[in-house]
């Protein structure tokens, strides 16, 4: 059975840093590229930032740039999201999503993704 798994998500406070990780199974990990998508109900879905399949390649939302870092070990089949600086507007579920390809320009549409995480909410508040 193939499933991302994610965790780390919590409560912190403006300006401090939280980090998410994402643990696949079932699946040849090394084959996917990553990414990290966030969702606040009511609003559409948003791609935060992804990585290629073997890590030498990333792309960040311009939401995400300067403060978060995508990396993953392939040998522990996972993914991280390091945030720093949070913002109240970072606030959301955040969903980590595999896809099957060598081209992560497109990705942070999430569009046609293989598979999907169920979550770990972020609340950044005071």
């Known amino acids: 059975q193939s499933q991302l798994v994610e965790s780390g998500g919590g409560l912190v406070q403006p300006g401090r840093s939280l980090r998410l990780s994402c643990a696949a199974s079932?699946?040849?990990?090394?084959?996917?590229?990553i990414g990290w998508f966030r969702q606040v109900p009511g609003k559409e879905r948003e791609g935060v930032a992804c990585?290629?399949?073997?890590?030498?390649?990333?792309n960040y939302a311009d939401s995400a740039k300067g403060r978060f870092t995508i990396s993953r070990d392939n040998a522990k089949n996972t993914v991280y999201l390091q945030m720093n600086s949070l913002k109240p507007e970072d606030t959301a579920v955040y969903y980590c999503?595999?896809?099957?390809?060598?081209?992560?320009?497109?990705?942070?549409?999430?569009?046609?993704?293989?598979?999907w995480g169920k979550g770990t909410l972020v609340t950044v508040s005071s």
């Open positions: 990585i290629s399949r073997s890590g030498s390649s990333t």
């Open positions: 079932g699946f040849t990990f090394d084959y996917y590229a």
């Open positions: 999503a595999a896809k099957d390809t060598i081209d992560i320009a497109p990705m942070l549409g999430g569009y046609s993704m293989d598979y």
